[in-house]
């Protein structure tokens, strides 16, 4: 299982996006004309509140117990400042690479990854360091705890009606592939996922939407593909 978020869970992400035959399908046309890359915003990640001993087990095995111990109590804000290069080393290589990925991707406790789609497909993912390294022609901003809700199976759809996810860029263009940002959640939603962060509770008014949107997600989708699947025909008669 991938953790997330993680430069690893983005890359499956992108595999995923990439070998979908309904995304394919969906983002038929998307980006041609104009910029179809994607920021993804993951904003108050909760690293002030995550000590170390809370964390997966999985990112802490190997570390001695003494080692444990002594880490267990401090946050995952303090830990990079206070785990030098030196220590590191003696750390199993899981361990070192979240470590490194909180230091150097986490700004102001904020995530950007960047995705680079196309006509259906996703040709690359990245995390970013400095958001001002890459343009992107739509913006979808969030707090971690909505992106996992969304990661946990809860439809982008119900996110945006209520507010908790923003999607800036060409309207029209959001518009015209809503299937296709539905699906981005759902794949999202279908990669085998460990959380680093604990999870929040939820407020039970969001799964009375959730359960709502859904068969009009669905809907939409079969209509969206049945029209792409139409035009492709179409091209070739």
């Given at each position: 299982?991938?953790?997330?978020?993680?430069?690893?869970?983005?890359?499956?992400?992108?595999?995923?996006?990439?070998?979908?035959?309904?995304?394919e399908d969906v983002g038929t046309g998307w980006g041609k004309g104009f910029d179809g890359d994607i920021r993804l915003v993951i904003t108050d990640l909760p690293?002030?509140?995550?000590?170390?001993?809370?964390?997966?087990?999985?990112?802490?095995?190997?570390?001695?117990?003494?080692?444990?111990?002594?880490?267990?109590?401090?946050?995952?804000?303090?830990?990079?400042?206070?785990?030098?290069?030196?220590?590191?080393?003696?750390?199993?290589?899981?361990?070192?690479?979240?470590?490194?990925?909180?230091?150097?991707?986490?700004?102001?406790?904020?995530?950007?990854?960047?995705?680079?789609?196309?006509?259906?497909?996703?040709?690359?993912?990245?995390?970013?360091?400095?958001?001002?390294?890459?343009?992107?022609?739509?913006?979808?901003?969030?707090?971690?705890?909505?992106?996992?809700?969304?990661?946990?199976?809860?439809?982008?759809?119900?996110?945006?009606?209520?507010?908790?996810?923003?999607?800036d860029g060409n309207r029209a263009r959001q518009l015209q592939y809503f299937a296709m940002f539905q699906l981005l959640g759902d794949i999202a939603a279908d990669v085998e996922t460990t959380h680093v962060f604990a999870e929040s509770p939820t407020?039970?008014?969001?799964?009375?939407?959730?359960?709502?949107?859904?068969?009009?997600?669905?809907?939409?989708?079969?209509?969206?593909?049945?029209?792409?699947?139409?035009?492709?025909?179409?091209?070739?008669?």
């Amino acid at each position: 299982m991938a953790l997330y978020p993680s430069e690893q869970w983005l890359d499956e992400y992108a595999r995923r996006l990439d070998e979908s035959r309904a995304f394919e399908d969906v983002g038929t046309g998307w980006g041609k004309g104009f910029d179809g890359d994607i920021r993804l915003v993951i904003t108050d990640l909760p690293l002030e509140e995550t000590s170390v001993g809370s964390l997966p087990d999985r990112i802490l095995e190997g570390v001695p117990e003494a080692v444990r111990s002594e880490l267990a109590t401090l946050s995952l804000a303090e830990i990079t400042s206070v785990v030098g290069e030196a220590a590191r080393e003696g750390l199993p290589e899981q361990t070192q690479r979240i470590l490194r990925q909180l230091e150097e991707n986490v700004l102001d406790g904020t995530l950007y990854a960047h995705l680079s789609l196309e006509d259906g497909a996703c040709t690359g993912a990245s995390v970013l360091t400095d958001p001002a390294e890459r343009d992107a022609g739509f913006t979808i901003r969030g707090t971690y705890d909505t992106w996992r809700s969304i990661v946990d199976g809860r439809p982008a759809l119900s996110a945006m009606l209520q507010g908790d996810l923003d999607v800036d860029g060409n309207r029209a263009r959001q518009l015209q592939y809503f299937a296709m940002f539905q699906l981005l959640g759902d794949i999202a939603a279908d990669v085998e996922t460990t959380h680093v962060f604990a999870e929040s509770p939820t407020d039970p008014s969001e799964m009375v939407i959730d359960n709502a949107v859904r068969p009009t997600v669905a809907i939409q989708r079969f209509a969206h593909r049945q029209a792409s699947w139409a035009g492709r025909t179409l091209n070739l008669l």
